[in-house]
Nanobody
């Protein structure tokens, strides 16, 4: 069993930046960030596998950057140029097996989830 704990959420104005962190208690291979806004379905934001391949949702390309410290077992999400539409609860997800990039943003491929951290962007 792997525990995931997110941190780093908060409130910022449009154009600002935040960095989210997700600490894992054990080994993980593919990890990802998902988000869910009120009244909307959860959506994949970005995923990364153990060899560093990434896949971003079109809505965040060029603004968000995912990285992973394998030694410390921490996943990061650097979010720049934030927009009000980025407002959501952000969740960290993990799988202990390798996933192909085509599955990175598929929530059903992940069996470990964090509790979420809120990001609010005001205009």
């Amino acid at each position: 069993q792997v525990q995931l704990v997110e941190s780093g959420g908060g409130s910022v104005q449009a154009g600002g930046s935040l960095r989210l962190s997700c600490a894992a208690s054990g080994y993980t291979d593919t990890m990802a960030w998902f988000r869910q806004a009120p009244g909307k379905e959860r959506e994949g934001v970005v995923g990364i596998c153990s060899i560093g391949r990434t896949r971003y949702a079109d809505s965040v390309k060029g603004r968000f950057t995912i990285s992973k410290d394998n030694a410390e077992k921490i996943l990061y999400l650097q979010m720049n140029s934030l927009k009000p539409e980025d407002t959501a609860m952000y969740y960290c997800a993990a799988n202990q097996r390798w996933l192909g990039p085509g599955d990175f943003l598929n929530e059903y491929q992940y069996n470990y989830w964090g509790q979420g951290t809120q990001v609010t962007v005001s205009s």
